[in-house]
């Protein structure tokens, strides 16, 4: 009996040191790692580092007007392409989230890196453009702004949408 | 259930095979590969992990990088520990301090029958 207890107690002891080793090793290679990632999340949301929330500019659907009627401007859709293809901001492209390492060679090749770049996606809780603007920041691309709240608050201000011409209802 | 084959048991030819030393080994070292292997994408890029975990929304959204970044180095953690056999527990009984206690039932269960067994296989 009492050997019974000591073996558990050493294996409980055997798991207690496996995750203290492994959560040492992962707090230390955070830091040394180039996204070091806040280990609570405070603000924005989990997978995006502090250090990109603060190279995203924000703006409301009234700001995001002025950057769609800008030509030098992209409009970057972050949706999934059949939310993409039935409903969207003026002149936006397709890059989604789902999807994005296969679309991301056609899209470098098209879009220089200084390009000023709007994204947006669905709105509420919805981090797919925060998520897509950090691939983009990591991929060297600079100028980013991005819809707060999505394409459900331009929606809201009664600003325009556009349908691709492709878009059938079946 | 018993199969016999005659004074051979489908039983006791996997306990030989549970108390098979070179066996145990290999079969150890490989599951320690596939735990590596699984960790290495989510130790380089914690932050796609993190993306992963949020989105099947179990944990609070406070706290999902940290247990992205734990995960993966747990995983990796316990790969190199089954490869070196360090702080290896449960199946691998047949050598280990304290092995009795783990062994005992099959021991009880079938005392010399498979003695010549493991003979063939340690």
Redesign the interface.
Known sequence: MK??V??IL??LL?IA???V???T???A??TM?P?N??????KG?????NWVLERFKEVDPQGAMGLVNNPEVLVIDTRDEPDFRKQHIPRAVSLPYHGFNQRYPQFAESVSKDKPLLLYCYGTDC?LAA?VG?RLITKGYTELTILRRGIEAWKAANLPLETSEEYNEN | MRIKLGRISLRSILQGLGTSRPLLIILRIALGLVFIYASLDKVVHPDQFAEIMQDYEILPNAVVNLASLWLAWLEAVLGVCLIAGVWVSGGTYGYRPYGHLYRWPFDRLHPGRWATLRLLFH
């Open positions: 050997t019974l000591i073996a050493r294996e055997r040191g496996i995750a080793a492994s959560l090793l992962a707090i290679a955070n790692h996204m990632l806040p280990l609570l999340v405070t949301q989990p997978g995006v580092p981090g998520r950090k």
